[in-house]
């Protein structure tokens, strides 16, 4: 049987190539393969073309294929096709769902070095081609308002009586979706690659690992110029290594970026990126400590197997920087997703068996313990390592230095006696005091090697600890609608209600597990780092130390 | 020709053995040796037995054997008795030639632990016998005036019309006696063994080395009491090498041991003893602290070719510390010892080529610069590594103890997470948490094994320098004699003062030139055990942190 689609909206084709479709017009499609965005297909009069996919909803009652208003998340296969893009259609999209998680901001403007040189000029959108999002925001069509007129209202109404919404509509359970999904009011298209799975591991759930793990590096910082010099900003050559292409990406696209990212994944804790800094950007200092900090939001991005895999993360490790058009199209799909929030919650595939919600209490409970103990811990040992690196380039190198001219001061003491045999002393002595002023220095660039990596590492654990709170709230918010919905033996959505219950706890577990894997790897690597800087520098004052004293057997 | 002798007082002999002398009467001798202070013969009565040798005077005008009344000090042997103890009769012996350095008190009661109990107490006097400064004491007989009655008293006229004495009677130069033996006013007895031979090494003028150099070792001083434990006192277990039996002495000891030192020896730095103290005299570091202040001034008084030789201190290392009577007459004769102040200059035998004046001039300025360069240095060096040493018992363990507290945080808010996988980072943290607080007591702790021997170094020479302006005032005064004589060729003395001056040279470039080496010896060594000891603190240190390290290895 053909693969088949309805339109949702008018498309009217503006470029060769694109077809033109007319609201509930039937369409064939070639395959259900969606590439930048769009299907190719054979509308109502014979014309064979492209046009947008999020424009049609893929028509599929028999064979495996459903409409599924409420169901329950799961992996559905196509055998027919064998394509890795099975759809899902599922319950009900709400625009207000977009997350825009609290206490880190994600607007596109607020960095000073970000500006309009990739952005859409308003005045040039109509050259744009093969981007539905652009049409769909000419029509303006309301997904929402498409969507809920095939979705089940009912579950709503329903759910309302017994297990209602929260009264604070700002609550992060609510404005994550959490709710609306738990509540059965999520509904999207899923396909397969878009499918998260949660296993069950030795140590409870957990991400299933990316099969194809990479890396990528970030190098030093280039200045770049524009407008004939008139504005320069700092690009940055990243090199990943399952494509082997180096791209070029501003601080502006790392910060779209994450922007996308904490909207499009409401229980993963996405790595903050370092802080802005509007002056001083050009520093070498700053230039350094922000591509510091970007390795290490990197290195948690890649070592993601959730974050690493998603499209918007590989549009930006992938997309040649100077293929202008390409960027803006995967842009543009990526701020249209629809798997954001709520429907976030639609992707997640746990394991067979349920979780024992009370044994995931107790654990969310101790996890909430032990993030808000590191997170005081961290703090302090900041400030202890931030006194420690001042006092080591201040107080240590002085007094060190002190006690080299003190040497220093004998040995002029004594060279105003001109005793031969006093000679080889003297110069042993300015020697010993000329060490002295060296291990100061050694003290005063010491902290650059040892301990501001370790502050380094504390400050992207600092943004997980800071994620985890609201992680951990939706996760409280859907366990309360579970056992509110429990109390109820007589709601029929309880057994709904708690399986979503069921993905949200498994998700939110996986995202523990892999938080703590993380933290061992990272804690363990850096201490081992410190330590080895620390042996590697003290070795290092006592080679000086050595040659020093080699001056006096001369002497 | 026997040997005669003139009684100078009368003696009353008051024990068995002892025999009576009156003023005036002529002695046989039985031999010129003095025993403890002695003399053995007869008198004119036919009594024979012991008479206190200072109450005569020994008549010698023939062969060999002449009362010289301003001669020049020579080596003089007499080639007929082949004694050691050749004497030579020279000049006045003024009682107000006592030097007493100043700057430095030479008390013997100001010590708290300086008491009586090896001080003749004024009720026993009468039962100690064969000491004739007690008999001396009770005849209450003026050296001075008697002596004066034999001297020539001609040549303090005759040179006070041309090279005059000095206006300021409390100069160094007229205290030590410097001035009184340049103009020819000293006289006394010096035996072949009481002669200070300067010669002519590669650098200038030195000390004759000491032909049976030998050491002395002090050990951790013991808590001893008297009066039935009323009293308590530290004592000290000296090991003298050269005699391999060990003797033990208080502080009280070494004070009075110091006073006769700088008394005798005008133109000779004496080593300052360490401070004493009023208070705390028997806590540990206080005792630690002077045990290693009288080390140092052991090994000064050893190393000092005239010093280690002398008398007093022979006395005072090798007298038995159970013989009270042979210690009390040893200090007895000490403390009457004539060749003290410009007596001390009588028994310099200089090398056989007289110095330029001139040269020697310079060198004493050159060394004058120096001393005050050094002693200026050493007060700022002292200031820094005093701070320096604070610094690292303060700031520096605190600092460490810190980070090594940062560390542990980290790993307890680790230990609130129980997964198998972060149990030993947590152990490994743990350690090294408490390996940085183990740094910080190192660093604690290094500064008495390095800087406070540093300290101790630098206490004893500017115990030194405080001494060296005397001894360069008495060369300068002797100087502007020998100018002030030169002037006027006719002075009849000034080819004498010349002499004199010369052999008050040699004896100071002797004294500067030990100076210089002992110097160079100490500084070398004591910066050797310095970087030594930091090396093998910061091998501590890394050793500690490499065991640290090791632990992440399991992890």
Redesign the interface.
């Known amino acids: 049987m053909a693969l088949r689609a309805r339109a949702l909206y008018d498309f009217v084709s503006e470029n060769p190539g694109e077809i033109s479709v007319v609201e509930n017009e039937i369409l064939t499609l070639y395959s259900e393969d969606v590439v930048d965005g769009w299907f190719e297909g054979t509308n109502s009069r014979g014309e064979s073309g492209l046009f947008p996919a999020s424009y049609v909803e893929i028509l599929r009652t028999e064979e495996g294929f459903s409409v599924q208003g409420n169901g329950t998340a799961g992996n559905i296969y196509n055998p027919t096709t064998g394509s890795e893009y099975a759809y899902q259609v599922r319950g009900d999209l709400s625009s207000e769902s977009t997350p825009q998680r609290h206490g880190y901001p994600t607007s596109q403007g607020s960095d000073d070095d970000w500006d309009d040189d990739w952005d859409d000029n308003p005045t040039t959108t109509t050259t744009t081609t093969h981007d539905p999002s652009v049409r769909q925001h000419k029509h303006q069509p309301s997904r929402a308002n498409s969507v809920s007129s095939r979705g089940s209202g009912g579950p709503q109404a329903r759910s309302s009586a017994t297990v209602g919404k929260n009264l604070n509509r700002f609550s992060t359970f609510v404005k994550s979706g959490g709710e609306a999904f738990v509540l059965g009011e999520a509904s999207g298209l899923v396909r397969d690659c878009d499918q998260i799975c949660v296993v069950m591991g030795q140590?409870g759930p957990e991400w299933q690992e990316n099969p194809h793990p990479f890396t990528c590096t970030i190098d030093d910082p280039t200045k770049q110029t524009k407008f004939k010099g008139m504005k320069s900003y700092m690009s940055y050559g990243l090199m990943p290594s399952h494509t082997q292409i180096p791209v070029n990406r501003r601080y502006k696209h790392f910060d779209w970026l994450y922007a996308r990212l904490v909207e499009r994944f409401p229980v993963i804790s996405v790595p903050h990126l370092p802080e802005k800094q509007a002056t001083g950007r050009f520093e070498e200092d700053f230039i350094c400590k922000r591509r510091k900090g970007l390795i290490w939001w990197m290195n948690h991005m890649t070592s993601h197997p959730v974050l690493s895999r998603c499209d918007v993360f590989q549009h930006f490790l992938t997309c040649s920087s100077s293929d202008e058009k390409a960027w803006k199209q995967g842009k543009r799909k990526a701020e249209k997703d629809h798997l954001v929030g709520a429907n976030f919650f639609l992707t997640i595939v746990p394991p067979a068996a349920p979780l024992d919600l009370q044994e995931v209490e107790s654990k969310v409970d101790?996890?909430k313990?032990?993030t808000k103990?590191?997170d005081?811990?961290?703090v302090?040992?900041n400030v202890?390592?931030g006194?420690?690196s001042r006092?080591q380039m201040t107080?240590?190198k002085k007094?060190y230095h002190?006690?080299g001219?003190?040497?220093r001061?004998?040995g002029?003491?004594?060279e105003?006696?001109q005793?031969?045999?006093?000679v080889k002393?003297n110069q042993?002595?300015a020697f010993?005091g000329a060490a002295y002023e060296t291990i100061g220095d050694y003290f005063a660039e010491q902290p650059r090697q040892d301990l501001d990596p370790v502050s380094d590492l504390l400050a992207i654990y600092q943004g997980h600890l800071a994620n985890f709170p609201d992680i951990i709230h939706v996760q409280k918010g859907a366990l309360t609608k579970a056992k509110e919905s429990q109390k109820d033996k007589d709601v029929p959505a309880a057994h709904d209600i708690h399986e979503r219950c069921n993905i949200i706890s498994c998700a939110t577990l996986a995202e523990i597990q892999h938080f703590?894997?993380t933290?061992?790897r990272d804690?363990?690597a850096q201490?081992?780092h410190y330590?080895?800087q620390?042996?590697s520098f003290?070795?290092r004052?006592?080679a000086k130390?050595?040659e020093?004293?080699h001056m006096?057997e001369q002497?």
Chains 1, 2 share one sequence.
């Open positions: 140590f101790g996890f313990t032990f103990k590191m005081e811990n961290i302090q040992v202890t390592i006194e420690f006092k107080g240590f007094e002190k006690v001219q003190a040497f001061l004998l002029q003491a004594f105003l006696d005793q031969v045999y006093s002393l042993a002595m010993t703590h894997r933290r061992v804690f363990k201490m081992q330590l080895q620390q042996i003290f070795q004052i006592t130390l050595e020093a004293l006096y002497a």
